[in-house]
T-cell receptor, first 113, second 109 residues
Framework: DADVTQTPRNRITKTGKRIMLECSQTKGHDRMYWYRQDPGLGLRLIYYSFDVKDINKGEISDGYSVSRQAQAKFSLSLESAIPNQTALYFC????????????FGPGTRLTVL | GIQVEQSPPDLILQEGANSTLRCNFSDSVNNLQWFHQNPWGQLINLFYIPSGTKQNGRLSATTVATERYSLLYISSSQTTDSGVYFCAVTQTGANNLFFGTGTRLTVIP
């Protein structure tokens, strides 16, 4: 079983709809992250959480919100989706040591029409 | 914030050839990682290398932190090496990784 899972893997939605992307991990890590990737660009950080009670904005948090329901679960919501939020979204986890690598989920491809 | 530049942006190699990918960063870092994104989108960590040299099979990496660059070497390339290679760094004193825009590698048989 994968250490980091994301659901759904693909989603097509319409402008104005609310959508939630979910992430679960079995690594036991406290730190979880949401990134988006646009064609030709690297990953940009949307939100991150260092534990259940700690949520922080990343580079591009506008238009997004998150919920850390448990250590293992971190959800990303688009309250009112717009076309320029069409992208590939990745969830990642990491241990507490700076040397720890980040483990990425398989990604969710979101298309907003 | 810190700037991370990767070169070249695109690279096409014949199978069996060697290559060097470069990552320049604009400030001191305490974390540098290389990732490979395969053609199906999956991201895999290759190296954690804030300084020094590491090798793993046909891949090796060197980071010269004082000169703010890192190099990823791929020897005897295979078609399975195709994909995008990302360098990501954490600026000293910060918490999170900043990604470069990647080098897209295509290895042709």
């Amino acid at each position: 079983d994968a250490d980091v899972t994301q659901t759904p893997r693909n989603r097509i939605t319409k402008t104005g709809k609310r959508i939630m992307l979910e992430c679960s991990q079995t690594k036991g890590h406290d730190r979880m992250y949401w990134y988006r990737q646009d064609p030709g660009l690297g990953l940009r950080l949307i939100y991150y959480s260092f534990d259940v009670k700690d949520i922080n904005k990343g580079e591009i948090s506008d238009g997004y919100s998150v919920s850390r329901q448990a250590q293992a679960k971190f959800s990303l919501s688009l309250e009112s989706a717009i076309p320029n939020q069409t992208a590939l979204y990745f969830c990642a986890t990491r241990g507490g040591d700076i040397k720890d690598t980040q483990y990425f989920g398989p990604g969710t491809r979101l298309t907003v029409l | 914030g810190i700037q991370v530049e990767q070169s070249p942006p695109d690279l096409i190699l014949q199978e069996g050839a060697n290559s060097t990918l470069r990552c320049n960063f604009s400030d001191s870092v305490n974390n540098l990682q290389w990732f490979h994104q395969n053609p199906w989108g999956q991201l895999i960590n290759l190296f954690y290398i804030p300084s020094g040299t590491k090798q793993n099979g046909r891949l090796s990496a060197t980071t010269v932190a004082t000169e703010r660059y890192s190099l990823l070497y791929i020897s005897s390339s295979q078609t399975t090496d195709s994909g995008v290679y990302f360098c990501a760094v954490t600026q000293t004193g910060a918490n999170n990784l900043f990604f470069g825009t990647g080098t897209r590698l295509t290895v042709i048989p």
